[in-house]
Structure formats: structure tokens, C-alpha cells
């Protein structure tokens, strides 16, 4: 059935055009047989261009059999470019899982010595960047980024990995504008919007940082770290209730962001809600046990309260984390027990 129904889909226009033919060739042929006598029947002529037509007939099958396997031949080759992609895919995986950022450096050098294909070739720079400028060799991680969009023009991650370098050496006017052509190239793409984001609030441009913030949170509702910088916007002027609400919605897209319970607690501290902020160190503690940070406003809040005993053990343990908390709250420890100690005399 189904071979009949190919059959008649692909001969059912040649056979409309034949019948039309055959129409005009009987006639041809009966003025002809007129015109000598000729001595031949009507079902002559009929038989003949019978024959005529299922040899065109056939003749356009063979022709169509002849596209049908040349599409045949572009699936093949789609479905192997196919699996191809799939592949690196996999490979490009097994490179970022690699402990090391020397190890993907050197994993991806080998696949840019032995590989060809411009596509390739623009991600394997891309990450290698990437790989650049977490170690902090910036001019090689703009080098990468460069040969990556050379590669690949239209490659949205190459111009956000560049910005990212731009933004490391302090050039922002550069970052932006990596940052605005990735987003050209992909209106979609997030953390471009993301990205471009913090860059201006880093120049003190907080209404356009929350545009950007908000759009990314646009095209990804899910998007936590957009939530997060844009509760640091609205903490940086001064909209405490705000910030609390695109923290609380960050920490509930990712439940284990510390930073996002740690800045909550700061919202809540300047609103003067030490409690609540205090459960927020609390958590960020719990999610990030070596969170120094988080010990040392923790301690801040209990000192506040008066309760000394927590402020000297979170001050302790924000040393014991970081050494440069050590000169400040190292004074402020000794004075909270130079004033214990003149309250237990007082009381003697």
C-alpha cells in the first residue's frame, strides 16, 4: 500500500500532462489515418499510445528515482554531521570536567594542533580563553577569544568570553561593547544582558544595570544569578525590600546560594531585622562551611546584640579562615573582653 501510494503521489502529474498528450496525438493520428485510408482501428492508435505513455511514465519515475536518492544521499550526510556534533559535545564535556585548568588548557591546545573545522576551532579558543583568564593570563585569554570570533563571526559566546576579558583588565567601554554584539548576534542569550549588567553597575549605572537584569531574568526566569545581581543593585540604592525580594527569589531557583543568603542578611541588618539576619549568615555558614565573610557579620550582629560570647567565637573562626580579618578583629575581640572584664569588676 504504501509503494502504491508513493507510485501514484510522484506519477499523477506526469499522468494528467500524458492524458493531455494523449488527447492531442489520437487526434494527430486519426486526421492522419483520414487523410491516406489508412487501415487502422481506433483501438490501434489507442493500444500505441497506451504504450507511449507508460514508457514516459517510466522514463519520469527513473528521474524521480533519481531525486529520491539524492535526497537519500543529504539525510545520510545530515545525520552523520549529526552525530559528528554529537560527539564533540560529549568531548568538550569530558574537557571541562577535568580538575585542572592547566589540564583543559593543554587538552584543548591538542585539539586546536590537530583539528580543522573553523566550528571547532572557534569553541576550543573560546574555552581556552575562558581556561586564560581564570588563571589571570589575560593577554593570552584575549588572544584565544580574538582567533575564536575570527573563526566563527557569529559565535554570541566568543563576544561574552572577550567581555569577560575586557572587563578583568578594567577596560568596561570594551566589555559593553562585546557584551551589546553578542546580544545582537543572539537576543536571547542571557548572560550577555546578564553580564553586561554588572559592568554597569560597576560604573555606577544601576537604572541600566537593572534593565539588563531584568531582561535577562526575561528571556530566563530561572536565571539566579541575574535575580542575585539585581537584589545587589537595588541594595545599592538604598531598596532594601526590593533587594530581599530578588534575593529570596534567587535562593528559591537555587536553594544551596550562599551569596544570596549572605547578602540578604545584609539587607536585613541595615534595616535593623538582626534576627532574620543572623538566620541568613546562619544558612550561608551551613551552605558554605569556609564562607569568612559570613562568620564575620555574624559576629558583627551578635556583638550589636550584646551577645559577646558569639561575636568572640565567629570573629575567631573568620580568622582562622581569613588573615586578613586577623588585625582588625583581633582589636575588636580584645576590646569586648577588656569591657567584660571591667563589667565582671564593677560587679566584684
Known amino acids: 500500500m504504501l509503494f502504491l501510494g508513493i507510485l501514484f503521489t510522484i506519477t499523477i502529474p506526469q499522468i494528467l500532462q500524458l492524458k493531455v498528450i494523449h488527447r492531442i496525438l489520437t487526434e494527430i493520428l486519426m486526421k492522419i489515418n483520414d487523410t491516406f485510408t489508412l487501415a487502422i482501428s481506433s483501438s ?12 514516459l511514465v517510466l522514463f519520469s519515475l527513473s528521474s524521480k528515482n533519481r531525486e529520491i536518492k539524492e ?30 585548568i592547566e589540564e583543559q588548557i593543554n587538552e584543548l591546545t591538542e585539539i586546536i594542533k590537530s583539528e580543522q573545522d573553523p566550528l571547532i576551532l572557534s569553541k576550543s579558543y573560546a574555552m581556552r580563553s575562558n ?17 575564536s570570533i575570527t573563526y566563527n563571526p557569529n559565535y554570541h559566546i566568543a563576544y561574552v568570553l572577550r567581555g569577560n576579558v575586557y572587563k578583568s583588565m578594567g577596560k568596561q567601554e570594551e566589555a559593553i561593547k562585546d557584551y551589546t554584539k553578542a546580544i545582537e548576534v543572539n537576543p536571547d542569550y542571557a548572560e550577555a544582558y546578564n553580564s553586561r549588567g554588572i559592568v554597569y553597575k560597576s ?8 534593565k539588563d537584569y531584568t531582561k535577562a531574568i526575561d ?8 535575580y542575585y545581581n539585581r537584589g545587589n543593585a537595588y541594595n545599592s540604592m538604598g531598596k ?9 527569589k534567587a535562593i528559591d531557583v537555587n536553594p544551596n546560594y550562599a551569596k544570596a543568603y549572605y547578602n540578604r542578611g545584609n539587607a536585613y541588618n541595615s534595616m535593623g531585622k538582626q ?11 551551613e551552605v558554605n562551611p569556609d564562607y569568612a565573610m559570613a562568620y564575620n557579620n555574624r559576629g558583627n550582629v551578635y556583638n550589636i546584640m550584646g551577645k559577646q560570647e558569639g561575636a568572640i567565637k565567629d570573629y575567631t ?4 579562615l581569613d588573615q586578613e580579618y586577623k588585625p582588625k578583629l583581633e582589636l575588636i575581640i580584645n576590646m569586648i573582653k577588656d569591657s567584660t572584664d571591667e563589667v565582671a569588676t564593677g560587679k566584684a
Open 71 to 100: 535526497i537519500g544521499n543529504e539525510n545520510k550526510r545530515l545525520n552523520e554531521a549529526i552525530q559528528i556534533q554529537k560527539e564533540w559535545t560529549i568531548r568538550f564535556e569530558q574537557v571541562n570536567q577535568l580538575e585542572e
Open 275 to 285: 534576627e532574620e539576619a543572623i538566620k541568613d549568615y546562619t544558612k550561608a555558614i
Open 203 to 210: 560604573m555606577g549605572k544601576q537604572e541600566e544595570a537593572i
Open 131 to 147: 581556561g586564560y583568564r581564570e588563571i589571570n593570563l589575560l593577554d593570552k585569554a584575549l588572544e584565544d577569544a580574538e582567533k
Open 240 to 248: 532594601q525590600e526590593a533587594a530581599i525580594e530578588d534575593y529570596t
Open 44 to 55: 490501434s492508435i489507442s493500444n500505441a499510445l497506451t504504450i507511449a505513455s507508460l514508457g
Open 317 to 320: 573562626k573568620a580568622i582562622e
Open 219 to 226: 528571556v530566563n526566569p530561572n536565571y539566579a544569578k541575574a
